[in-house]
């Protein structure tokens, strides 16, 4: 799927854009099972506005906007499950982290068309640190992603920064990293968006007639750890690649009540 040099790439810019991940038929199920879990979130009452809150948009502009956006979605459907461990994610997964990879955890983000949520810049790393660095989100477009509807956007190298401080821990200061300055990360539906959790990333509203959906796998090397017990998902520890070279330690340090 990837050659070395996207492998020096996605180390000197700490994010690698890879196209045809997923056939249309994958893609299919994924957006099949992503309306599914829409339907039983309302019917369950557990529907939520998860759009981002904060300073960096006017608050007028920022009530209007909306994210379904739900954790865990392999928990809710065995599409995800399949695409997490699907061949082709292995066989990156395995190049850009290492022969032993693990999934930390999972998500789903639906940009409604007009009004779908914006995302300002930051780094994941603040949400979920870890020693060494290997952890990555793979973004799956089920969906072409432009400027128009919202795509991600990246700055090429940000990695290379280290941790900076985010408002609240949550995003960086809008007015030193304007969306903008994000390098557009335009995709079809099956391409994949591979970044660092220390990557600076970030996405406008979508002002088009389309909806963007996208899912996210966050995976990590089996052998970084946790610094900061901050979060937790279900499912974190999964090997999706490899084997796991710490026996005593294969599970996450949490109490499950
Ligand atoms: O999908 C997007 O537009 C941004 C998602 C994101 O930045 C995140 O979930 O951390």
């Known amino acids: 799927m990837i050659e070395p040099k996207d492998v020096d790439f996605y180390k000197e810019n700490g994010y690698l854009l890879v196209k045809g991940?997923?056939?249309?038929?994958?893609?299919?199920?994924?957006?099949?099972?992503?309306?599914?879990?829409?339907?039983?979130?309302?019917?369950?009452?557990?529907?939520?506005?998860?759009?981002?809150?904060?300073?960096?948009?006017?608050?007028?502009?920022?009530?209007?906007?909306?994210?379904?956006?739900?954790?865990?979605?392999?928990?809710?459907?065995?599409?995800?499950?399949?695409?997490?461990?699907?061949?082709?994610?292995?066989?990156?997964?395995?190049?850009?982290i290492g022969p032993n990879v693990q999934l930390h955890h999972s998500k789903m983000l639906v940009k409604p068309p007009e009004n779908g949520a914006a995302f300002p810049m930051h780094q994941d790393y603040p949400y979920f640190p870890h020693a060494n660095h290997t952890m990555l989100a793979?973004?799956?477009?089920?969906?072409?992603?432009?400027?128009?509807?919202?795509?991600?956007?990246?700055?090429?190298?940000s990695h290379k920064e280290g941790s900076l401080p985010h408002v609240g821990s949550y995003y960086l200061n809008h007015k030193e990293y304007p969306t903008k300055?994000?390098?557009?990360?335009?995709?079809?539906?099956?391409?994949?968006?591979?970044?660092?959790?220390?990557t600076i990333h970030g996405s406008d509203p979508n002002r088009s007639s389309r909806t963007r959906r996208n899912v996210l796998f966050q995976y990590k090397d089996a052998s970084d750890f946790p610094?900061?017990?901050?979060?937790?998902?279900?499912?974190?520890?999964?090997?999706?690649?490899?084997?796991?070279?710490?026996?005593?330690k294969v599970k996450p340090n949490y109490t499950i009540i």
Request: hydrophobic share 40%.
């Open 181 to 198: 300055d994000g390098t557009p990360c335009i995709a079809d539906a099956g391409d994949v968006l591979f970044f660092n959790y220390l």
């Open 21 to 96: 991940v997923f056939n249309q038929q994958e893609v299919e199920e994924m957006r099949e099972a992503v309306e599914r879990i829409i339907q039983r979130a309302a019917k369950s009452k557990a529907d939520a506005n998860a759009a981002w809150q904060g300073d960096f948009l006017p608050p007028e502009q920022l009530k209007k906007l909306v994210l379904k956006g739900f954790h865990d979605v392999h928990y809710h459907d065995a599409a995800f499950m399949q695409a997490i461990v699907h061949p082709n994610m292995r066989n990156i997964l395995s190049q850009i």
């Open 138 to 157: 793979a973004s799956v477009h089920l969906d072409y992603a432009d400027e128009e509807n919202g795509c991600l956007r990246v700055i090429p190298g």
């Open 227 to 248: 610094t900061e017990n901050v979060h937790f998902d279900w499912g974190m520890g999964l090997m999706v690649t490899g084997e796991n070279p710490h026996f005593t």
